[in-house]
């Protein structure tokens, strides 16, 4: 295989923007997260990949559970706040304002125009990045917006 051309492929995936949240006992952790697909009707599954060697990974294993939210149109700001680890100040997660949701108790945040409430059911850990394959058990639609895709940005992760 030719890895140039492997990669100019792969670059020509399209991804949607979206922040993952979670929380297990005290810690949260927040991440901005680009490989994601819905994968089954019945049950409603969806897969997020996440690199096996972040922080969230291993609060994301803990938790059990994880908020997925989508990045609209136009918000790489919003998108480029969860390049970080999350630091978390006054009912906000670098600096973006959120609530706990009471039933789940994750970190939602309130800016979004929609998320998902997800339960993980299973991680293959294959490669550099785990995919965790969850059952969407609540859905929240807030506003009608089209989401900030990754080709968009400039920014490339792919390849």
Same mark, same amino acid.
């Given at each position: 295989?030719?890895?140039? /051309?492997?990669?100019?492929?792969?670059?020509?995936?399209?991804?949607?923007?979206?922040?993952?949240?979670?929380?297990?006992?005290? %810690?949260?952790? +927040?991440?901005?997260?680009?490989?994601?697909?819905?994968?089954?009707?019945? !049950?409603?599954? #969806?897969?997020?990949?996440?690199? +096996?060697?972040?922080?969230?990974?291993?609060? #994301?294993?803990?938790?059990? *559970?994880?908020?997925?939210?989508?990045? !609209?149109?136009?918000?790489?700001k919003l998108a480029s706040r969860f390049f970080r680890p999350a630091?978390?100040?006054?009912? *906000?997660?670098?600096?973006?304002?959120?609530?706990?949701?009471? %039933?789940?108790?994750?970190?939602?945040? /309130?800016?979004?125009?929609?998320?998902?409430?997800?339960?993980?059911?299973?991680? !293959? %850990?294959?490669? /550099?990045?785990?995919?965790?394959?969850?059952?969407?058990v609540d859905a929240v639609f807030r506003k009608e917006m089209e989401? #900030? #895709?990754?080709?968009?940005?400039?920014? *490339?992760?792919?390849?």
């Amino acid at each position: 295989m030719d890895a140039a /051309d492997s990669k100019k492929v792969l670059k020509m995936i399209p991804y949607g923007m979206f922040v993952c949240t979670t929380k297990s006992h005290d %810690e949260i952790a +927040a991440s901005t997260v680009t490989w994601v697909t819905q994968c089954s009707f019945k !049950p409603p599954l #969806l897969t997020v990949a996440i690199k +096996a060697d972040t922080k969230i990974y291993d609060i #994301l294993k803990a938790a059990g *559970r994880f908020a997925l939210h989508v990045v !609209p149109a136009g918000e790489k700001k919003l998108a480029s706040r969860f390049f970080r680890p999350a630091t978390v100040e006054e009912s *906000r997660i670098n600096g973006v304002p959120f609530t706990m949701d009471n %039933e789940y108790d994750l970190p939602i945040l /309130d800016s979004t125009p929609a998320h998902l409430i997800c339960e993980i059911k299973r991680i !293959p %850990e294959i490669g /550099d990045h785990h995919l965790f394959i969850a059952e969407i058990v609540d859905a929240v639609f807030r506003k009608e917006m089209e989401s #900030l #895709l990754l080709q968009d940005t400039g920014w *490339r992760y792919s390849g």
